[in-house]
């Protein structure tokens, strides 16, 4: 049984490969220096040699050059920087004072709205449509507020994105705020 192998191996730019007739005793192609370094079995079976990477990870595909609408769904971040929110709280944060949205009633399902939110690790709530909200992911330290954008969800849900984070929350039902401050 004959045959032929070629490997072809990208290091930096540098095509290298190797060629060599398959026959049914195993054999290997060595070389000894960097530039024809590529290692082959040609057994049954074809080996990798440690340095070539075996799929190799997808890089996500670039943003659209007119991303206005937060998205995730090129698997980085898309869209505009969030500015500040307009809450009546430090830093534009909502504080429940709000007759407007976001932090205020009438916000629209899919809309995403500015906003400023507070990471701290108590597990308190924040105001968003008029209602009390839980984060579905607590940092274990306080860390500093941070321009989001936020949209409701058709199932009910808000959705905070942002260049730094994606999370969701989970409307109030009446549960005590659960901390997940570290104590030590």
């Known amino acids: 049984m004959r045959g032929l192998v070629v490997v072809l191996v990208v290091l ?53 050059p007119d991303s206005d ?17 307009n809450g009546l709280g430090p830093n534009g ?23 400023t939110q507070p990471r701290d690790c108590a597990g308190n709530p924040i105001h968003f449509d008029g209602r009390l909200w839980y984060s579905l992911l607590k940092p274990h330290t306080n ?5 989001v954008w936020m949209a409701l969800q058709p199932d009910g849900t808000l959705e905070a994105i942002s260049s730094e984070e994606m999370i969701g929350f989970a409307p109030d039902t009446g549960q005590a705020p659960v901390s997940a401050c570290n104590s030590t």
């Open 69 to 85: 609408t937060p998205s995730v769904a090129t698997g980085i971040y898309c869209g505009p920087t969030p500015p500040a929110g």
């Open 143 to 147: 860390w500093p507020d941070i321009d």
């Open 12 to 64: 930096g730019g540098l095509a290298l490969s190797a060629c060599s007739s398959k026959t049914n005793a195993p054999s290997s192609t060595t070389a000894s220096n960097a530039r024809n370094a590529v290692v082959t079995s040609l057994g049954s079976t074809t080996t990798t040699p440690p340095f070539v990477p075996t799929g190799a990870a997808r890089m996500p595909a670039p943003c659209p």
């Open 93 to 115: 944060e909502c504080d429940g004072n709000e007759t407007v949205p976001p932090c205020g009633p009438g916000a629209v399902v899919g809309t995403y709205y500015a906003y």
